[in-house]
């Protein structure tokens, strides 16, 4: 069964950039034809789709995030990750990733989340 984990600071400046990082395990992230998203819910909001990077290493945004979102992989390591630049407290969430068969869901497999504060 896949597992994914979440890794990354808890606690980012703003206009810094947020990295986070996606480690799955019991599964290749190069396996047809799955796709592999973050997703985040910030305080008392629902689910946003960010954006995802596909088992090719084809890359989808949100288009609501797109001028600021980054996803790239590491298949060495069987690992994705996602660069939020010029973030803002806006930013701070809950930053999920997840599994899918396809970039926008629906997702079968989830990591446990990470919170993520943004402040000076």
């Known amino acids: 069964q896949v597992q994914l984990q979440e890794s990354g600071p808890g606690l980012v400046k703003p206009s810094q950039t947020l990295s986070l990082t996606c480690t799955v395990s019991?599964?290749?992230?190069?396996?047809?034809?799955?796709?592999w998203s973050w997703i985040r819910q910030p305080p008392g909001k629902g689910l946003e789709w960010m954006g995802a990077i596909g088992y090719d290493g084809a890359t989808f945004y949100s288009p609501s995030l797109k001028s600021h979102t980054s996803i790239s992989r590491d298949t060495s390591k069987n690992r994705f990750s996602l660069q939020l630049s010029s973030d803002t407290p806006e930013d701070a969430a809950v930053y999920y990733c997840a599994r899918a068969v396809a970039p926008t869901g629906p997702f079968d497999s989830w990591g446990q989340g990470t919170q993520v504060t943004v402040s000076s």
């Open positions: 019991g599964g290749s992230i190069t396996s047809n034809y799955y796709y």
